[in-house]
């Protein structure tokens, strides 16, 4: 069947961000072309271009199509309670992953590296952005397990959110340097931790 011109173009986008995807994940978006972006997805040199205005538009798709491929990958795995299950599912899942899974964690960390550079300024914007985004999911979830009395109260959402996503990312970036480190004795002992720091006595439970 002859596809449309929506799917084409779909396809194309969605080409052009694994190509700038990997580009990133193996040498950083500061030295990336939109050219050989294009070339890469097997496109003209001028299709990223065109598509995306200019790198700074391309980089802001790249950093959403990494937040969508995230979000695809955790919707395939168990369902999970909102709340404090869903916190610790998240990590589990976080360091579960294999392979190629672990291509668009690389790509966000080199660009949040990236981004506390003062040449990179444009960059910033951009990683704060789906930092954000990533913060607001663990807050809304503490926010439940509080109301549900199975988070304690005392755990601020906003500043436990960074405490968090913060230890899962630096846990991450030392393994990608240092595949030898034990990632899943590390994970298992993140999540007694985190579980204790969030989980409420007996006693205040459906308070």
Not at 138 to 162: C, L, W
Not at 185 to 196: E, I, K, P, S, T
């Amino acid at each position: 069947m002859r596809r449309s011109h929506a799917q084409r173009r779909e396809e194309a986008e969605r080409r052009l961000l694994d190509a700038a995807l990997t580009i990133v994940a193996q040498r950083g978006s500061v030295r990336m072309t939109l050219a050989e972006v294009g070339e890469a997805a097997g496109y003209s040199r001028g299709l990223a271009a065109h598509r995306f205005g200019s790198k700074a538009g391309l980089v802001q798709a790249l950093a959403g199509y990494i937040g969508e491929q995230f979000g695809q990958q955790r919707a395939r795995g168990p369902a999970l309670q909102p709340g404090l299950d869903a916190i610790l599912g998240n990590i589990r899942f976080y360091f579960g992953r294999r392979g190629g899974a672990w291509l668009s964690s690389r790509a966000l960390l080199v660009m949040m590296n990236e981004a506390c550079l003062e040449a990179q300024p444009e960059l910033r914007p951009v990683v704060a952005a789906y930092n954000r985004s990533a913060l607001a999911w663990f807050e809304q979830h503490i926010a439940t397990g509080i109301a549900r009395g199975e988070i304690a109260p005392h755990n601020d959402p906003g500043i436990t959110a960074v405490i968090l996503l913060g230890a899962m990312r630096g846990v991450m970036q030392q393994w990608l340097v240092d595949p030898k480190l034990p990632l899943v004795a590390v994970r298992d002992r993140l999540l007694q931790v985190a579980g204790q720091l969030l989980r409420a006595e007996p006693g205040h439970r459906g308070s």
